[in-house]
Nanobody, 124 residues
Framework: QVQLVESGGGLVQAGGSLRLSCTVS????????MAWFRQAPDQEREFVAG????????YYADSVKGRFTVSRDNAKNTVFLQMNSLKSEDTAVYYC?????????????????WGQGTQVTVSS
């Protein structure tokens, strides 16, 4: 059974930082492309960042470039999202997602496993 468990969300003031983690079990992590998505109330789920299974290919949404950093530790089956210079518009539930392919895609339908989500709230 595949499980993705996120942690690290919370309440932070604008300009602050948070680090999200997602630990994967039940699948071969080193051959799994990982991504972070987010969904704000009454909004579509949107791609935030993704990293290929080797870590060699990394992609970001334009809205987070220069502020967020995605990374992975294959020895710990964990992917991270370091979020700096947070803005109120970053407020959302953040989800990690996995797909068994080397290509990072931005469509949520391309991912077959999802975490339960972690709330990030940025106060202005």
């Amino acid at each position: 059974q595949v499980q993705l468990v996120e942690s690290g969300g919370g309440l932070v003031q604008a300009g602050g930082s948070l680090r999200l983690s997602c630990t994967v079990s039940g699948r071969t992590f080193r051959t799994t492309t990982m991504a972070w998505f987010r969904q704000a109330p009454d909004q579509e789920r949107e791609f935030v960042a993704g990293v290929s299974w080797t870590g060699g290919r990394i992609y970001y949404a334009d809205s987070v470039k220069g502020r967020f950093t995605v990374s992975r530790d294959n020895a710990k089956n964990t992917v991270f999202l370091q979020m700096n210079s947070l803005k109120s518009e970053d407020t959302a539930v953040y989800y990690c997602a996995a797909r068994g392919n080397t290509v990072v895609l931005t469509a949520s339908t391309s991912y077959d496993s999802w975490g339960q989500g972690t709330q990030v709230t940025v106060s202005s």
